[in-house]
């Protein structure tokens, strides 16, 4: 499996941005299709984004839609998340994921099969 590590998150006042960064180690980073995931205190684990192997495909939830950007740089194997215009409602830890299958898009928990151990990103009003 790859091992995930995410890096950037914090406390950020509404309306600020943040990017956080997950390196990837241990196995072909051009191999793995890259989500991010969130998860709020006493809430399900949800979709952010995902961003297919070569960086061709995007796909996002409707939460963050035209606020985050996911992408990718295959040299430095690291996966980004630029989170721009957040609110309180952001808040969550977030998980970097990783999904080695070919020709399915992943989009749910389930497709990935390595995980991060999150950082918190704390959005105050």
């Known amino acids: 499996q790859v091992q995930l590590v995410e890096f950037g998150g914090g406390l950020v006042q509404a309306g600020g941005s943040l990017r956080l960064s997950c390196a990837a180690s241990?196995?072909?980073?051009?191999?793995?299709?890259m989500g991010w995931f969130r998860q709020a205190p006493g809430k399900e684990r949800e979709f952010v984004a995902t961003?297919?192997?070569?960086?061709?495909?995007?796909f996002y939830g409707a939460s963050v839609k035209g606020r985050f950007t996911i992408s990718r740089d295959n040299a430095k194997n690291t996966v980004y998340l630029q989170m721009n215009n957040l609110k309180p409602e952001d808040t969550a830890v977030y998980y970097c994921a990783a999904d080695e299958r070919s020709g399915v898009v992943p989009l749910r928990e389930a497709d990935f099969g390595s995980w991060g151990q999150g950082t918190r990103v704390t959005v105050s009003s």
């Open positions: 241990g196995r072909t980073f051009t191999n793995y299709n």
């Open positions: 961003i297919m192997r070569r960086g061709g495909s995007i």
